[in-house]
RNA sequence: GGGAGCGUAGCUCAACUGGCAGAGCAAUGGACUCUUAAUCCAUAGGUUGUGGGUUCGAUUCCCUCCGCUCUCACCA
Protein backbone atom coordinates (compact mmCIF):
# COMPACT_ATOMS: atom_id res chain seq x y z
CA UNK A 1 0.00 0.00 0.00
CA UNK A 2 1.58 3.29 -1.04
CA UNK A 3 1.70 5.64 2.01
CA UNK A 4 1.32 8.69 -0.25
CA UNK A 5 -1.64 7.90 -1.34
CA UNK A 6 -4.03 7.98 1.44
CA UNK A 7 -8.25 7.15 0.75
CA UNK A 8 -9.78 9.89 2.45
CA UNK A 9 -11.37 6.62 4.62
CA UNK A 10 -7.98 6.05 5.82
CA UNK A 11 -7.54 9.57 6.93
CA UNK A 12 -10.65 9.68 8.97
CA UNK A 13 -9.67 6.87 10.36
CA UNK A 14 -6.42 7.83 11.19
CA UNK A 15 -7.99 10.84 12.99
CA UNK A 16 -10.18 9.67 14.93
CA UNK A 17 -7.70 6.94 16.17
CA UNK A 18 -6.28 10.00 18.04
CA UNK A 19 -8.92 11.32 19.15
CA UNK A 20 -9.65 8.23 20.59
CA UNK A 21 -5.93 8.49 22.24
CA UNK A 22 -7.34 12.23 23.36
CA UNK A 23 -10.13 10.49 25.44
CA UNK A 24 -7.57 7.91 27.33
CA UNK A 25 -5.22 10.80 27.93
CA UNK A 26 -8.62 12.22 29.43
CA UNK A 27 -9.29 9.34 31.13
CA UNK A 28 -12.15 8.08 29.58
CA UNK A 29 -11.71 4.57 27.93
CA UNK A 30 -12.72 4.43 24.38
CA UNK A 31 -14.27 1.68 24.51
CA UNK A 32 -14.94 1.28 28.03
CA UNK A 33 -18.03 -0.40 29.78
CA UNK A 34 -19.88 -0.38 32.85
CA UNK A 35 -22.01 2.89 32.31
CA UNK A 36 -26.06 2.42 32.77
CA UNK A 37 -28.11 5.46 32.13
CA UNK A 38 -30.88 6.38 34.14
CA UNK A 39 -33.21 7.56 31.27
CA UNK A 40 -34.31 6.86 28.32
CA UNK A 41 -34.44 9.88 25.71
CA UNK A 42 -37.86 8.72 24.37
CA UNK A 43 -39.47 8.72 27.60
CA UNK A 44 -38.16 11.94 28.48
CA UNK A 45 -40.02 13.46 25.28
CA UNK A 46 -43.21 11.86 25.95
CA UNK A 47 -43.68 13.08 29.93
CA UNK A 48 -42.66 16.47 29.39
CA UNK A 49 -44.34 16.65 25.90
CA UNK A 50 -46.89 19.80 26.79
CA UNK A 51 -44.77 21.72 29.14
CA UNK A 52 -43.20 24.76 28.40
CA UNK A 53 -39.64 26.33 29.07
CA UNK A 54 -41.46 28.06 32.03
CA UNK A 55 -42.96 25.34 33.28
CA UNK A 56 -39.72 23.12 33.53
CA UNK A 57 -38.32 25.78 35.12
CA UNK A 58 -40.91 26.53 37.69
CA UNK A 59 -40.77 23.45 38.71
CA UNK A 60 -37.50 22.83 39.37
CA UNK A 61 -35.98 21.53 35.88
CA UNK A 62 -35.67 17.51 36.61
CA UNK A 63 -32.16 15.89 36.25
CA UNK A 64 -31.60 13.63 33.50
CA UNK A 65 -29.04 10.50 32.60
CA UNK A 66 -29.20 9.35 29.19
CA UNK A 67 -26.75 7.60 26.61
CA UNK A 68 -26.94 6.92 23.05
CA UNK A 69 -25.01 7.35 20.01
CA UNK A 70 -24.35 11.46 18.48
CA UNK A 71 -26.46 11.42 15.42
CA UNK A 72 -25.93 15.10 14.67
CA UNK A 73 -23.67 17.87 16.34
CA UNK A 74 -23.25 21.37 16.38
CA UNK A 75 -20.60 23.70 17.44
CA UNK A 76 -20.95 26.98 18.00
CA UNK A 77 -17.65 27.62 19.74
CA UNK A 78 -17.89 28.15 23.63
CA UNK A 79 -21.58 25.96 23.55
CA UNK A 80 -22.45 23.15 21.62
CA UNK A 81 -25.70 20.93 20.91
CA UNK A 82 -25.69 17.39 20.20
CA UNK A 83 -28.85 14.89 19.53
CA UNK A 84 -28.13 11.40 21.01
CA UNK A 85 -30.65 8.27 19.89
CA UNK A 86 -31.06 5.42 22.14
CA UNK A 87 -33.72 2.42 21.63
CA UNK A 88 -36.76 4.93 22.33
CA UNK A 89 -35.82 7.88 20.16
CA UNK A 90 -33.91 11.01 20.17
CA UNK A 91 -33.04 13.87 22.42
CA UNK A 92 -30.86 17.10 22.42
CA UNK A 93 -28.10 17.64 25.16
CA UNK A 94 -26.47 21.33 25.03
CA UNK A 95 -22.69 21.54 26.08
CA UNK A 96 -21.57 24.72 27.97
CA UNK A 97 -18.11 25.45 28.46
CA UNK A 98 -18.83 27.60 31.20
CA UNK A 99 -21.04 24.82 33.05
CA UNK A 100 -18.00 21.72 31.93
CA UNK A 101 -15.24 24.15 32.73
CA UNK A 102 -12.02 21.58 31.43
CA UNK A 103 -14.24 18.29 30.59
CA UNK A 104 -15.58 20.99 27.52
CA UNK A 105 -12.47 20.14 25.51
CA UNK A 106 -13.29 16.89 25.05
CA UNK A 107 -15.90 18.48 22.70
CA UNK A 108 -12.88 18.77 20.18
CA UNK A 109 -12.75 14.93 19.98
CA UNK A 110 -16.42 14.27 19.58
CA UNK A 111 -17.66 12.99 16.24
CA UNK A 112 -21.03 12.03 15.04
CA UNK A 113 -21.21 8.30 15.56
CA UNK A 114 -20.04 8.34 18.97
CA UNK A 115 -21.53 7.22 21.90
CA UNK A 116 -21.69 9.53 24.95
CA UNK A 117 -23.57 9.71 28.24
CA UNK A 118 -24.78 13.18 29.26
CA UNK A 119 -26.72 13.76 33.16
CA UNK A 120 -28.20 17.67 33.67
CA UNK A 121 -31.41 19.33 34.11
CA UNK A 122 -33.76 19.06 31.19
CA UNK A 123 -34.39 22.51 29.34
CA UNK A 124 -36.87 23.68 26.44
CA UNK A 125 -34.72 25.95 24.39
CA UNK A 126 -35.39 28.95 22.75
CA UNK A 127 -36.67 27.03 19.66
CA UNK A 128 -38.33 25.30 21.68
CA UNK A 129 -36.57 21.91 21.81
CA UNK A 130 -36.17 19.64 24.89
CA UNK A 131 -32.68 19.65 25.99
CA UNK A 132 -30.27 18.12 28.75
CA UNK A 133 -27.66 20.55 29.68
CA UNK A 134 -24.81 18.35 30.56
CA UNK A 135 -23.67 18.84 33.82
CA UNK A 136 -21.69 15.79 33.59
CA UNK A 137 -20.99 14.21 30.13
CA UNK A 138 -19.10 10.64 29.83
CA UNK A 139 -17.46 9.45 26.35
CA UNK A 140 -18.33 6.04 25.93
CA UNK A 141 -17.79 4.08 22.48
CA UNK A 142 -15.34 6.17 19.57
CA UNK A 143 -16.59 5.36 16.31
CA UNK A 144 -13.86 5.25 13.62
CA UNK A 145 -15.69 4.97 10.16
CA UNK A 146 -17.83 8.29 9.47
CA UNK A 147 -21.52 7.94 9.47
CA UNK A 148 -23.70 8.57 5.62
CA UNK A 149 -24.46 11.83 4.85
CA UNK A 150 -27.20 13.24 7.50
CA UNK A 151 -29.55 14.34 4.99
CA UNK A 152 -30.59 12.19 2.32
CA UNK A 153 -29.32 9.31 4.18
CA UNK A 154 -27.88 5.67 2.81
CA UNK A 155 -29.85 5.36 -0.21
CA UNK A 156 -27.80 2.43 -2.11
CA UNK A 157 -29.31 -0.38 -1.47
CA UNK A 158 -26.82 -2.88 -1.91
CA UNK A 159 -25.13 -0.91 0.79
CA UNK A 160 -28.29 -0.97 2.95
CA UNK A 161 -28.53 -4.77 2.93
CA UNK A 162 -25.26 -5.47 2.90
CA UNK A 163 -24.64 -3.33 5.78
CA UNK A 164 -28.15 -3.44 7.32
CA UNK A 165 -26.43 -1.60 10.99
CA UNK A 166 -25.54 1.71 9.09
CA UNK A 167 -29.08 1.22 7.09
CA UNK A 168 -30.74 1.12 10.82
CA UNK A 169 -28.74 4.37 11.93
CA UNK A 170 -29.44 6.40 8.85
CA UNK A 171 -32.69 5.35 7.97
CA UNK A 172 -35.03 5.05 11.12
CA UNK A 173 -37.84 4.04 9.14
CA UNK A 174 -36.27 0.97 8.58
CA UNK A 175 -36.35 -0.03 12.47
CA UNK A 176 -40.35 0.79 11.92
CA UNK A 177 -40.55 -2.03 9.16
CA UNK A 178 -39.27 -4.66 11.89
CA UNK A 179 -41.04 -3.59 14.86
CA UNK A 180 -43.93 -4.17 13.09
CA UNK A 181 -42.33 -7.78 11.89
CA UNK A 182 -42.10 -8.32 15.59
CA UNK A 183 -45.55 -7.30 16.17
CA UNK A 184 -46.74 -9.15 13.73
CA UNK A 185 -45.04 -12.41 15.39
CA UNK A 186 -45.93 -11.54 18.20
CA UNK A 187 -49.42 -11.26 17.28
CA UNK A 188 -49.79 -14.56 15.64
CA UNK A 189 -47.85 -16.47 18.74
CA UNK A 190 -50.37 -15.40 20.90
CA UNK A 191 -54.06 -15.90 18.23
CA UNK A 192 -52.06 -19.67 18.48
CA UNK A 193 -51.52 -19.95 22.09
CA UNK A 194 -55.12 -18.35 23.32
CA UNK A 195 -56.75 -21.18 21.04
CA UNK A 196 -54.66 -23.97 22.44
CA UNK A 197 -52.17 -24.91 20.20
CA UNK A 198 -48.14 -25.30 21.47
CA UNK A 199 -45.27 -24.12 19.71
CA UNK A 200 -42.80 -26.69 19.01
CA UNK A 201 -39.10 -26.70 17.20
CA UNK A 202 -38.94 -29.71 14.41
CA UNK A 203 -35.71 -30.65 12.15
CA UNK A 204 -33.94 -28.15 10.24
CA UNK A 205 -31.69 -30.83 8.88
CA UNK A 206 -33.90 -33.83 6.83
CA UNK A 207 -32.42 -36.82 5.82
CA UNK A 208 -35.31 -36.78 3.36
CA UNK A 209 -36.76 -33.95 0.95
CA UNK A 210 -40.22 -33.81 2.28
CA UNK A 211 -42.96 -31.42 2.64
CA UNK A 212 -42.95 -29.05 -0.21
CA UNK A 213 -42.12 -29.31 -3.89
CA UNK A 214 -38.99 -27.45 -3.95
CA UNK A 215 -34.87 -27.90 -5.00
CA UNK A 216 -33.52 -28.58 -1.30
CA UNK A 217 -29.89 -27.30 0.21
CA UNK A 218 -27.57 -30.36 0.69
CA UNK A 219 -25.64 -29.93 3.51
CA UNK A 220 -22.76 -33.02 5.41
CA UNK A 221 -22.67 -33.95 8.88
CA UNK A 222 -19.11 -35.17 8.83
CA UNK A 223 -19.29 -37.86 12.09
CA UNK A 224 -22.08 -39.97 10.88
CA UNK A 225 -20.60 -39.53 6.79
CA UNK A 226 -24.11 -38.45 6.24
CA UNK A 227 -25.93 -35.91 3.69
CA UNK A 228 -28.67 -34.30 4.84
CA UNK A 229 -31.24 -31.44 3.26
CA UNK A 230 -32.29 -28.10 5.08
CA UNK A 231 -35.36 -28.36 5.23
CA UNK A 232 -38.13 -27.19 3.01
CA UNK A 233 -41.09 -27.52 5.32
CA UNK A 234 -41.89 -28.76 7.97
CA UNK A 235 -45.01 -30.38 7.33
CA UNK A 236 -44.31 -34.16 8.28
CA UNK A 237 -42.89 -34.14 11.36
CA UNK A 238 -45.60 -31.56 12.23
CA UNK A 239 -48.20 -33.89 12.26
CA UNK A 240 -46.11 -36.99 13.29
CA UNK A 241 -47.07 -34.62 16.54
CA UNK A 242 -50.37 -34.26 16.06
CA UNK A 243 -50.16 -38.69 15.49
CA UNK A 244 -48.29 -38.37 19.11
CA UNK A 245 -51.24 -36.66 20.21
CA UNK A 246 -50.51 -32.76 20.43
CA UNK A 247 -53.55 -32.09 18.93
CA UNK A 248 -52.76 -28.38 18.28
CA UNK A 249 -49.48 -27.22 17.12
CA UNK A 250 -47.19 -24.70 15.25
CA UNK A 251 -43.88 -23.56 14.43
CA UNK A 252 -42.42 -20.50 13.06
CA UNK A 253 -39.04 -21.24 11.53
CA UNK A 254 -36.67 -20.85 8.91
CA UNK A 255 -37.55 -22.69 5.14
CA UNK A 256 -34.58 -23.13 2.96
CA UNK A 257 -35.51 -23.41 -0.75
CA UNK A 258 -32.53 -24.05 -3.11
CA UNK A 259 -34.25 -21.90 -5.58
CA UNK A 260 -34.08 -17.95 -7.72
CA UNK A 261 -33.70 -15.09 -5.68
CA UNK A 262 -36.39 -12.21 -6.45
CA UNK A 263 -38.26 -9.41 -4.88
CA UNK A 264 -40.70 -12.05 -3.85
CA UNK A 265 -38.30 -15.56 -2.87
CA UNK A 266 -35.21 -15.19 -0.46
CA UNK A 267 -33.29 -18.34 -0.23
CA UNK A 268 -34.46 -18.62 3.28
CA UNK A 269 -37.75 -17.28 4.42
CA UNK A 270 -39.56 -17.84 7.33
CA UNK A 271 -43.02 -19.76 7.20
CA UNK A 272 -45.88 -20.12 10.51
CA UNK A 273 -46.78 -24.09 10.20
CA UNK A 274 -50.09 -25.06 12.20
CA UNK A 275 -51.92 -28.24 12.59
CA UNK A 276 -55.17 -28.56 14.29
CA UNK A 277 -57.09 -32.17 14.78
CA UNK A 278 -60.67 -32.80 14.19
CA UNK A 279 -60.77 -29.35 11.68
CA UNK A 280 -61.45 -29.24 8.63
CA UNK A 281 -59.69 -26.65 5.53
CA UNK A 282 -62.96 -24.72 5.40
CA UNK A 283 -62.49 -24.14 9.73
CA UNK A 284 -58.63 -22.90 8.68
CA UNK A 285 -60.50 -20.19 6.20
CA UNK A 286 -62.39 -18.85 9.11
CA UNK A 287 -59.16 -18.93 11.43
CA UNK A 288 -57.35 -17.81 8.97
CA UNK A 289 -59.65 -14.56 8.25
CA UNK A 290 -59.63 -13.92 12.00
CA UNK A 291 -55.88 -14.35 12.27
CA UNK A 292 -54.97 -12.01 9.27
CA UNK A 293 -57.50 -9.45 9.85
CA UNK A 294 -56.49 -9.29 13.62
CA UNK A 295 -52.84 -9.43 12.56
CA UNK A 296 -53.29 -6.33 10.01
CA UNK A 297 -55.04 -4.43 12.98
CA UNK A 298 -52.68 -5.10 15.86
CA UNK A 299 -49.62 -4.31 13.09
CA UNK A 300 -50.98 -1.33 11.47
CA UNK A 301 -53.93 0.24 13.39
CA UNK A 302 -56.49 -0.92 10.23
CA UNK A 303 -57.99 -4.34 8.90
CA UNK A 304 -57.64 -1.73 5.41
CA UNK A 305 -53.96 -1.21 4.74
CA UNK A 306 -52.40 0.44 1.96
CA UNK A 307 -50.12 -1.64 -0.19
CA UNK A 308 -47.78 -0.12 -3.03
CA UNK A 309 -50.41 2.08 -3.58
CA UNK A 310 -53.65 -0.45 -4.05
CA UNK A 311 -55.66 -0.71 -0.91
CA UNK A 312 -56.27 -3.95 0.44
CA UNK A 313 -59.12 -4.76 2.54
CA UNK A 314 -58.98 -7.49 5.46
CA UNK A 315 -61.86 -7.14 7.08
CA UNK A 316 -63.47 -10.39 7.05
CA UNK A 317 -65.58 -11.94 4.38
CA UNK A 318 -62.68 -13.09 2.16
CA UNK A 319 -64.21 -14.07 -1.19
CA UNK A 320 -64.21 -18.21 -1.94
CA UNK A 321 -63.36 -18.98 -4.92
CA UNK A 322 -62.75 -22.46 -6.27
CA UNK A 323 -60.10 -23.13 -9.03
CA UNK A 324 -61.69 -23.63 -11.71
CA UNK A 325 -64.25 -20.75 -11.63
CA UNK A 326 -61.27 -18.83 -10.85
CA UNK A 327 -59.87 -19.84 -14.70
CA UNK A 328 -62.87 -20.32 -16.49
CA UNK A 329 -63.49 -15.91 -15.22
CA UNK A 330 -60.56 -15.57 -17.22
CA UNK A 331 -60.76 -18.33 -19.93
CA UNK A 332 -64.55 -18.57 -20.49
CA UNK A 333 -64.56 -21.11 -23.22
CA UNK A 334 -63.18 -23.37 -20.74
CA UNK A 335 -66.30 -25.47 -19.86
CA UNK A 336 -66.78 -27.13 -16.31
CA UNK A 337 -65.76 -30.71 -17.53
CA UNK A 338 -62.87 -29.74 -19.80
CA UNK A 339 -61.28 -29.38 -16.64
CA UNK A 340 -60.90 -33.41 -16.51
CA UNK A 341 -59.60 -33.05 -20.59
CA UNK A 342 -55.74 -32.54 -20.38
CA UNK A 343 -55.56 -31.87 -24.06
CA UNK A 344 -57.85 -29.08 -24.27
CA UNK A 345 -56.18 -27.94 -21.10
CA UNK A 346 -52.67 -28.04 -22.68
CA UNK A 347 -53.19 -26.46 -25.95
CA UNK A 348 -54.91 -24.04 -23.78
CA UNK A 349 -51.48 -23.45 -21.14
CA UNK A 350 -49.50 -23.66 -24.67
CA UNK A 351 -50.94 -20.78 -26.23
CA UNK A 352 -49.15 -18.74 -23.05
CA UNK A 353 -45.52 -20.63 -23.48
CA UNK A 354 -43.12 -19.26 -25.57
CA UNK A 355 -39.92 -20.68 -24.14
CA UNK A 356 -39.18 -24.31 -25.25
CA UNK A 357 -38.36 -26.18 -22.03
CA UNK A 358 -41.61 -24.81 -20.63
CA UNK A 359 -43.58 -26.39 -23.46
CA UNK A 360 -41.59 -29.40 -23.61
CA UNK A 361 -42.54 -29.63 -20.03
CA UNK A 362 -46.18 -29.11 -20.66
CA UNK A 363 -46.15 -32.33 -23.08
CA UNK A 364 -46.23 -34.33 -20.25
CA UNK A 365 -48.32 -32.70 -17.92
CA UNK A 366 -51.11 -34.63 -16.26
CA UNK A 367 -54.72 -32.20 -16.30
CA UNK A 368 -54.40 -31.47 -12.65
CA UNK A 369 -50.77 -30.27 -13.40
CA UNK A 370 -52.01 -27.97 -16.12
CA UNK A 371 -54.74 -26.65 -14.53
CA UNK A 372 -52.52 -25.96 -12.04
CA UNK A 373 -50.48 -24.19 -14.62
CA UNK A 374 -53.44 -21.96 -16.31
CA UNK A 375 -54.08 -21.00 -12.89
CA UNK A 376 -51.23 -19.47 -12.44
CA UNK A 377 -51.09 -17.74 -16.10
CA UNK A 378 -54.43 -16.18 -16.02
CA UNK A 379 -55.23 -15.95 -12.36
CA UNK A 380 -52.84 -15.71 -9.68
CA UNK A 381 -52.15 -12.14 -10.47
CA UNK A 382 -55.28 -10.46 -10.62
CA UNK A 383 -56.38 -11.73 -6.94
CA UNK A 384 -55.66 -8.41 -5.68
CA UNK A 385 -57.94 -8.69 -2.15
CA UNK A 386 -57.42 -11.19 -0.16
CA UNK A 387 -59.18 -14.57 -1.99
CA UNK A 388 -59.31 -18.27 -0.87
CA UNK A 389 -59.03 -20.36 -4.24
CA UNK A 390 -60.18 -23.67 -3.48
CA UNK A 391 -60.71 -27.10 -5.03
CA UNK A 392 -56.44 -27.31 -5.74
CA UNK A 393 -56.32 -30.87 -8.25
CA UNK A 394 -54.89 -33.75 -6.14
CA UNK A 395 -52.02 -33.72 -8.72
CA UNK A 396 -50.37 -30.61 -7.40
CA UNK A 397 -51.41 -31.42 -4.02
CA UNK A 398 -49.41 -34.68 -2.67
CA UNK A 399 -50.18 -34.02 0.77
CA UNK A 400 -53.81 -33.12 0.75
CA UNK A 401 -57.48 -34.98 2.02
CA UNK A 402 -59.03 -35.51 -1.68
CA UNK A 403 -62.78 -34.40 -1.86
CA UNK A 404 -65.16 -36.96 -1.17
CA UNK A 405 -67.53 -35.91 -3.98
CA UNK A 406 -64.46 -35.31 -6.73
CA UNK A 407 -61.57 -37.52 -5.88
CA UNK A 408 -59.50 -35.76 -8.37
CA UNK A 409 -59.27 -32.61 -6.64
CA UNK A 410 -58.73 -31.68 -2.60
CA UNK A 411 -59.77 -30.23 0.39
CA UNK A 412 -57.44 -27.82 -0.23
CA UNK A 413 -57.01 -23.66 -0.19
CA UNK A 414 -54.64 -21.00 -1.03
CA UNK A 415 -54.96 -17.68 0.13
CA UNK A 416 -53.79 -14.87 -2.23
CA UNK A 417 -53.37 -11.31 -1.73
CA UNK A 418 -51.76 -8.81 -4.60
CA UNK A 419 -51.49 -11.34 -6.51
CA UNK A 420 -49.38 -13.60 -4.75
CA UNK A 421 -50.18 -16.59 -2.23
CA UNK A 422 -49.92 -15.79 1.61
CA UNK A 423 -50.98 -19.32 2.44
CA UNK A 424 -51.52 -22.82 2.11
CA UNK A 425 -53.69 -25.05 3.86
CA UNK A 426 -55.83 -28.05 3.64
CA UNK A 427 -57.29 -30.79 5.57
CA UNK A 428 -54.43 -33.58 5.54
CA UNK A 429 -54.42 -36.70 3.94
CA UNK A 430 -54.77 -39.42 6.51
CA UNK A 431 -55.33 -42.22 5.03
CA UNK A 432 -51.82 -44.11 4.41
CA UNK A 433 -52.92 -46.47 1.56
CA UNK A 434 -53.51 -43.15 -0.40
CA UNK A 435 -50.55 -41.01 0.79
CA UNK A 436 -48.32 -44.26 -0.43
CA UNK A 437 -50.02 -44.05 -3.68
CA UNK A 438 -49.49 -40.19 -4.07
CA UNK A 439 -45.48 -40.18 -2.75
CA UNK A 440 -45.09 -42.96 -5.83
CA UNK A 441 -46.77 -40.27 -8.04
CA UNK A 442 -43.85 -37.64 -7.04
CA UNK A 443 -41.55 -40.41 -8.22
CA UNK A 444 -42.90 -41.02 -11.23
CA UNK A 445 -43.59 -37.32 -11.71
CA UNK A 446 -39.63 -36.87 -11.24
CA UNK A 447 -39.04 -39.36 -13.71
CA UNK A 448 -40.49 -37.35 -16.19
CA UNK A 449 -38.16 -34.87 -14.92
CA UNK A 450 -39.84 -32.66 -12.88
CA UNK A 451 -37.05 -31.74 -10.19
CA UNK A 452 -39.41 -30.60 -7.56
CA UNK A 453 -40.83 -33.61 -6.18
CA UNK A 454 -40.98 -35.33 -2.50
CA UNK A 455 -38.97 -38.13 -1.51
CA UNK A 456 -41.22 -41.49 -0.38
CA UNK A 457 -41.07 -40.89 3.60
CA UNK A 458 -41.46 -44.35 4.68
CA UNK A 459 -41.47 -43.44 8.32
CA UNK A 460 -44.26 -41.50 7.76
CA UNK A 461 -46.39 -43.85 6.16
CA UNK A 462 -45.93 -45.70 9.15
CA UNK A 463 -46.55 -43.19 11.62
CA UNK A 464 -50.19 -42.79 9.39
CA UNK A 465 -50.38 -46.51 9.94
CA UNK A 466 -50.69 -45.84 13.47
CA UNK A 467 -53.22 -42.70 12.85
CA UNK A 468 -53.21 -39.58 11.97
CA UNK A 469 -56.87 -38.28 13.36
CA UNK A 470 -58.93 -35.63 11.27
CA UNK A 471 -56.70 -32.77 10.50
CA UNK A 472 -56.40 -29.74 8.46
CA UNK A 473 -53.21 -27.71 8.46
CA UNK A 474 -52.04 -24.70 6.90
CA UNK A 475 -48.76 -22.69 6.51
CA UNK A 476 -48.16 -18.81 5.77
CA UNK A 477 -45.18 -16.99 4.64
CA UNK A 478 -44.60 -14.55 7.69
CA UNK A 479 -42.25 -12.38 5.35
CA UNK A 480 -44.73 -12.20 2.84
CA UNK A 481 -47.50 -10.82 5.42
CA UNK A 482 -45.01 -8.86 6.95
CA UNK A 483 -44.46 -7.04 3.03
CA UNK A 484 -48.16 -6.30 2.80
CA UNK A 485 -48.23 -4.35 6.54
CA UNK A 486 -45.56 -2.51 5.81
CA UNK A 487 -45.92 -1.57 2.40
CA UNK A 488 -42.46 -3.13 1.57
CA UNK A 489 -42.11 -3.90 -2.22
CA UNK A 490 -39.25 -6.56 -1.55
CA UNK A 491 -38.96 -9.23 0.18
CA UNK A 492 -35.16 -7.97 1.03
CA UNK A 493 -37.31 -4.89 3.05
CA UNK A 494 -38.36 -7.09 5.57
CA UNK A 495 -35.39 -9.54 5.82
CA UNK A 496 -32.48 -8.22 8.21
CA UNK A 497 -30.34 -9.30 6.33
CA UNK A 498 -31.25 -10.98 2.74
CA UNK A 499 -29.00 -13.33 1.28
CA UNK A 500 -26.46 -11.27 -1.10
CA UNK A 501 -23.36 -12.51 -3.47
CA UNK A 502 -20.31 -12.24 -1.36
CA UNK A 503 -18.26 -9.33 -2.67
CA UNK A 504 -14.80 -10.68 -3.93
CA UNK A 505 -11.44 -10.94 -1.23
C1' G B 1 -29.94 -19.29 -16.12
C1' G B 2 -32.22 -15.37 -20.11
C1' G B 3 -33.32 -10.00 -20.96
C1' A B 4 -32.91 -4.62 -19.60
C1' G B 5 -30.45 -0.98 -16.59
C1' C B 6 -26.85 0.82 -13.06
C1' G B 7 -21.62 1.30 -10.70
C1' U B 8 -17.81 8.75 -10.36
C1' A B 9 -14.79 11.51 -3.24
C1' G B 10 -16.76 8.47 3.28
C1' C B 11 -22.32 9.77 1.81
C1' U B 12 -25.91 12.11 -1.96
C1' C B 13 -25.27 13.45 -6.89
C1' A B 14 -23.20 16.45 -11.52
C1' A B 15 -19.81 16.39 -15.80
C1' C B 16 -23.49 18.56 -23.32
C1' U B 17 -21.59 15.33 -29.22
C1' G B 18 -15.09 11.89 -26.74
C1' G B 19 -11.62 17.49 -24.81
C1' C B 20 -8.27 20.02 -17.76
C1' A B 21 -13.21 14.98 -13.04
C1' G B 22 -16.99 19.05 -10.03
C1' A B 23 -20.83 20.45 -6.05
C1' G B 24 -23.39 19.75 -1.30
C1' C B 25 -22.90 17.06 3.20
C1' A B 26 -19.06 14.67 6.12
C1' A B 27 -13.57 15.76 7.33
C1' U B 28 -9.36 19.29 8.77
C1' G B 29 -7.89 24.60 10.52
C1' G B 30 -10.27 29.20 12.09
C1' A B 31 -14.76 32.60 13.92
C1' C B 32 -19.29 32.05 16.75
C1' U B 33 -23.20 30.68 23.98
C1' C B 34 -29.92 28.72 21.35
C1' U B 35 -28.90 25.45 16.57
C1' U B 36 -32.91 22.23 13.80
C1' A B 37 -30.01 20.36 6.58
C1' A B 38 -26.91 26.24 11.70
C1' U B 39 -23.87 30.14 9.27
C1' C B 40 -19.17 32.39 7.53
C1' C B 41 -13.71 32.02 5.91
C1' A B 42 -9.89 28.64 4.46
C1' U B 43 -7.80 23.64 3.41
C1' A B 44 -7.62 18.79 1.93
C1' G B 45 -9.97 14.70 -0.32
C1' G B 46 -10.38 10.64 -6.97
C1' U B 47 -6.37 4.37 -10.24
C1' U B 48 -14.40 7.28 -12.43
C1' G B 49 -16.17 -1.20 -9.98
C1' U B 50 -12.09 -4.63 -12.70
C1' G B 51 -9.09 -5.89 -16.90
C1' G B 52 -8.46 -5.01 -22.00
C1' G B 53 -9.52 -2.36 -26.80
C1' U B 54 -10.57 2.00 -30.23
C1' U B 55 -8.59 7.14 -30.18
C1' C B 56 -3.87 12.43 -30.33
C1' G B 57 -7.15 12.18 -26.06
C1' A B 58 -12.12 7.74 -22.66
C1' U B 59 -16.20 8.97 -16.70
C1' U B 60 -18.16 9.16 -21.90
C1' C B 61 -17.55 4.44 -27.37
C1' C B 62 -16.60 -1.31 -27.73
C1' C B 63 -15.41 -6.11 -25.22
C1' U B 64 -14.27 -9.29 -20.59
C1' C B 65 -15.06 -10.00 -15.61
C1' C B 66 -17.23 -8.48 -10.56
C1' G B 67 -21.41 -6.57 -7.86
C1' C B 68 -26.32 -4.52 -7.50
C1' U B 69 -31.46 -3.31 -9.28
C1' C B 70 -35.69 -4.57 -12.19
C1' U B 71 -37.78 -8.42 -15.08
C1' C B 72 -38.69 -13.52 -17.13
C1' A B 73 -38.08 -18.61 -15.76
C1' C B 74 -38.27 -21.74 -10.97
C1' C B 75 -40.88 -21.25 -6.45
C1' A B 76 -43.69 -19.52 -1.34
Do not use: C
Not at 122 to 143: D, H, M, N, W
Amino acid sequence: MPDEQVSKEQEIYAQRLEKAQKWRDAGFNPYGNGYTPRHLAGEIGTRHEGQSAEELEKAGPPTYDVAGRIILLRSFGKMAFLKLRDRTGELQVQLKKDVLGEGYELLKHLDAGDFVAAEGPLIRTKTGELTIVAQRFTPLTKSLLPLPEKWHGLTDVEVRYRQRYLDLVANPEVKDVFLKRNRLVRYIREFLDARGFIEVETPMMHPLVSGAAARPFVTHHNALDIDLFMRIAPELYLKRLVVGGLERVYEINRNFRNEGISTRHNPEFTMLEFYQAYATYEDLMDLTEEMISGAARAVTGDTKVVYQGQELDFSKGWKRVSMADAIREKVPSLAPEDFQDAEKLRAVALEKMHVQAERTAAMTMNAGELMGVLFEQHAEGTLVQPTFITHFPTAVSPLARRNDEHPEITDRFELFVAGREIANAFSELNDPLDQKGRFLAQLEAKQRGQAETMDYDEDYIRALEHGLPPTAGEGIGIDRLAMLFTDAPSIRDVILFPLLKPLPR
